[in-house]
């Protein structure tokens, strides 16, 4: 019986099967990894320049900056690359360089995102305790969790997925490699040991999703209670966006690893894969931090001393 490991490479889906669509794809993720790209190294600049952006808040930022680079940098690219040459090959060593990156990345910042939320939180909720609930060693041990269960989660998949005996076929339904598209070219019922992993690895990230949901209806609760008008306008402006950008996130991630096969289709997959590995790393500058007065301060200031030394 055949494993992935006789296996030599995998074929990945075609957006398109014209060219025209297929040259229409290449600038559609172009622009998007652009614009990805542009934003988050930004916020890199402005945080690692920046002496009075050293928060929490911000601390979290610059991780979760990091984080979108590293999952639209993983599938974006070779996605870009099969669109330009009409290509659909990735080899089996570059397969399980996807699946571990791509769940590395995205956990990470699942957990990044709760932390931010939790930071939120507290700033509001438990202001008189901030500085106790979240100095600067608490918020790099939390920072380091984060980035820890990432990697563990990543290990833990991606050698469980490619330890399974591979021989339906070696073409994947999708545009890089997913892990439910891997499990279905399994030829025996162990697929079922990596499902039901993936299913109780759901449980810590829908966790999160639910105390997100909590923090943020303790912070709406604690809104409401200020006199101000403009306090409103300003908590809901920031945090709804916030948790609009997270349920995205964490529900199309969910159902494009736990859905049944029998709704599967390949342009159904291909647009929730898009909503929740390429979308967010290009809206969570937008939502996270580029609306922060601060940062864009920052920015300002940053570019200002550039074209001056020009």
Known sequence: ?????????????????????????????????????????????????????????????????????????????????????????????????????????????????????????????????????????????MAAAAW???FLTALL???????????????????????????RLSCSDTYLREFGLLAFSTFPFLGCFVFMLFSYVQIFRAVLRIPSEQGWHKAFCTCLPHLAVVSLFISTGTFAHLKPPSISSPSLDVVVSVLYSVVPPALNPLIYSLRNQELKDALRKMMTLSFQKQ
Not at 30 to 59: E, R, V, W
Not at 159 to 182: K, M, R, V, W, Y
Request: include cysteine; charge should be negative; proline fraction near 3%.
């Open 1 to 141: 019986m055949s494993n992935s490991s006789s296996i030599s490479h995998f074929l990945l889906l075609p957006l398109a099967d014209m060219r025209q669509l297929q040259l229409l794809h290449l600038c559609l993720f172009l622009g998007i990894s652009l614009a990805a790209l542009l934003a988050n190294g930004l916020i890199i600049s402005a945080g690692a320049c920046g002496q009075h952006l050293h928060s929490p808040m911000f601390f979290f930022l610059l991780s979760l900056a990091l984080t979108d680079l590293g999952s639209i940098c993983t599938t974006v690219p070779k996605a870009m690359h099969n669109s330009l040459w009409g290509s659909r090959h990735i080899s089996s060593t570059g397969c399980a360089a996807q699946v571990f990156l791509i769940v590395f990345f995205l956990g990470t910042e699942d957990f990044l995102l709760t932390l931010m939320c939790y930071d939120c939180y507290v700033s509001i909720c438990k202001a008189l305790h901030y500085g106790t609930l979240l100095g600067s060693r608490a918020c790099a041990h």
């Open 148 to 150: 820890a269960s990432g």
């Open 157 to 183: 998949h991606t050698t469980n997925t490619f330890s399974l005996p591979l021989c339906q076929d070696n073409a994947l339904g999708q545009f890089f490699c997913e892990i439910p598209h891997i499990l």
